[in-house]
T-cell receptor, first 110, second 115 residues
Framework: GENVEQHPSTLSVQEGDSAVIKCTYS??????FPWYKQELGKGPQLIID?????GEKKDQRIAVTLNKTAKHFSLHITETQPEDSAVYFC?????????FGRGTSLIVHP | EPEVTQTPSHQVTQMGQEVILRCVPI?????FYWYRQILGQKVEFLVS????????KSEIFDDQFSVERPDGSNFTLKIRSTKLEDSAMYFC?????????????FGPGTRLTVL
């Protein structure tokens, strides 16, 4: 089955800095890579996703890159704000059940 | 904006008791899911449901678990005889399409505590 590794487990940045979270996956058949943000006491909320036919996607301060050859994808958040503080999960899937990473706790210090 | 809702937000039960977790998916969605997240760990898929049938389930979803759509709006997860290790957050999700590349919308979760 698919195996998704996510790093780092905790990321602490100053407000205004950029944050990068990286994930690797094992199954070359995976073709859909969503990223979820989970705030305290809430369910995961989709913030951006990318499909295997593109290498990069951007939505305001959030971008995701995908390297299918290397089987890794990354979430980039620029100009971080305190409200970006949350746990972020990557996932890989498409033809089958999505497999989630273990999550990254992002802390943005004002 | 439509959203998935779940009740209760927190359920405390004794080991061996039955619990039913409830979800109201987004109204025009056709595919429904349950996930589990043990404290501090990753989100794990339990089961997917479409057209009143289970379409896929994980190895976690054993005979102690069942799902049902008793009416046109609710989607339930039943655990027949809870174990300590069933303590976790349980998330319901729904999607319009059935491919796993279709966006799934998650509810806020039910925290299940088994004593």
């Amino acid at each position: 089955g698919e195996n998704v590794e996510q790093h780092p487990s905790t990321l602490s940045v100053q407000e205004g800095d950029s944050a990068v979270i990286k994930c690797t996956y094992s199954d070359s058949a995976s073709n859909y890579f969503p990223w979820y943000k989970q705030e305290l006491g809430k369910g995961p909320q989709l913030i951006i996703d990318i499909r295997s036919n593109v290498g990069e996607k951007k939505d305001q301060r959030i971008a995701v890159t995908l390297n299918k050859t290397a089987k890794h994808f990354s979430l980039h958040i620029t100009e971080t704000q305190p409200e970006d503080s949350a746990v972020y999960f990557c996932a890989a899937g498409g033809s089958y059940i999505p497999t989630f990473g273990r999550g990254t706790s992002l802390i943005v210090h004002p | 904006e439509p959203e998935v809702t779940q009740t209760p937000s927190h359920q405390v039960t004794q080991m061996g008791q039955e619990v039913i977790l409830r979800c109201v998916p987004i109204s025009n969605h056709l595919y429904f899911y349950w996930y589990r997240q043990i404290l501090g760990q990753k989100v794990e898929f339990l089961v997917s449901f479409y057209n009143n049938e289970i379409s896929e389930k994980s190895e976690i979803f054993d005979d102690q678990f069942s799902v049902e759509r008793p009416d046109g709006s609710n989607f339930t997860l039943k655990i027949r005889s809870t174990k300590l290790e069933d303590s976790a957050m349980y998330f319901c999700a729904s999607s319009l399409g059935g491919r796993y590349s279709d966006t799934q919308y998650f509810g806020p979760g039910t925290r299940l505590t088994v004593l």
